[in-house]
């Protein structure tokens, strides 16, 4: 089956850049999307097609995409992005996700 | 303002069938623009996607669970449903109901709040 592999963990200071990535094979012809979740929240769907925000998304979040890894980029990190992200793409049939990144706002 | 809301047991003992609904307000699950969806969530395997159905009764089932799975609709009430049959220790998690994106099935950006099951003796 399809694998998303993301780092466990990240961290940012206050007013940084964080740079989220999920790898997969072959990962630039598929579709990928983000989310995130905060403790005891549903997700919340914050990038899709690769690079494209939902209404109510910040400018400071944004997606891109190489031959196998997709990279949510967040700039300016604040206190509110602390959370776990996710990615997602189509393969076999089904939704994939990655296991995760929790990010923490230094 | 859209809002989704799962109800069902909490508890559900192992071999029987674990059955959610999903409440929907603020939209009908009729309109021909989206599906409607399930997604599960566990500490050991993460999220999950469940499936997925459209207004015309189309399904889109995750194929690990496929054999065990059906969700349908319930027009009159604004509701759509999730049986899953043979529940073992495995299929205890956060179960979400959820919107997907127009023109999507597995890409969800309206969620409810997440349902605990619990399956034991």
């Known amino acids: 089956s399809y694998e998303l592999t993301q780092p466990l963990s990240e961290s940012v200071a206050l007013g940084q850049t964080a740079r989220i990535t999920c790898e997969g094979y072959n990962i630039g012809s598929k579709d990928v999307h983000w989310y995130l979740q905060r403790p005891g929240q549903a997700p919340v769907l914050v990038i899709y097609?690769?690079?494209k925000r939902p209404s109510g998304v910040p400018e400071r979040l944004s997606g891109s995409k190489s031959e196998d890894t997709a990279t949510l980029t967040i700039t300016r990190a604040q206190v509110v992005d602390e959370a776990d992200y996710y990615c997602q793409v189509w393969d076999s049939r089904t939704g994939v996700f990655g296991r995760g990144t929790k990010l923490t706002v230094l | 303002q859209l809002q989704l809301q799962e109800s069902g047991p909490g508890l559900v003992k192992p071999s029987e069938t674990l059955s959610l609904t999903c409440t929907v307000s603020?939209?009908?699950?009729?309109?021909?623009?989206?599906?409607w969806g399930w997604i599960r969530q566990t500490p050991g395997k993460g999220l999950e996607w469940i499936g997925s159905v459209y207004y015309s009764g189309t399904t889109y089932y995750n194929p690990s669970l496929k054999s065990r799975l059906t969700i349908s609709l319930d027009t009159f009430k604004n509701q759509f449903s999730l049986s899953l049959s043979s529940v073992t220790a495995a299929d205890t998690a956060v179960y979400y109901c959820?919107?997907?994106?127009?023109?999507?099935?597995?890409?969800?950006?309206?969620w409810g709040q997440g349902t605990l099951v619990t399956v034991s003796s």
């Open positions: 959820a919107r997907p994106l127009s023109g999507f099935y597995y890409v969800f950006d309206y």
């Open positions: 603020g939209g009908s699950i009729t309109s021909f623009s989206y599906y």
């Open positions: 097609r690769d690079t």
